[in-house]
């Protein structure tokens, strides 16, 4: 899968573009339960906040607010968020993702792409 990634950024940019609005369109249906939107995957995953919830989201369980930053401000916070994730991630059965937490924090779109993939290859028949 790394590879796929890797090709899909050296090809023209409407594959890329094509992939996005797949993620896109998983991701809001699972969000909009809980009245959130992704418009941007460029940007909205890097503080862990909508990435946590759609975990939750997508395994049917309630993640405890106080488990991590609502509205993360620092870096360490969203660093926090992200690796929150990531242990959710491998609590589910899910592979531990590649990227580092602070990949993600620090806006590397493969990084939050492959991450995404993953739970879309997933879950993408869930409804």
Known sequence: MIVIFDTLFDHPADKLAVVKKSLISFVNKHL???HLEV???DTQFHDGVF???????LEGFFVPLGSFHLTPKAHDQKVHNVSFAFDIMQDIGLPKPKARPEDIVNLDLKSTLRVLYNLFTKYKGMN
């Open 32 to 34: 909009s339960k809980v």
């Open 39 to 41: 418009t941007d995957l």
């Open 51 to 57: 990435l946590t919830l759609l975990l939750g989201l």
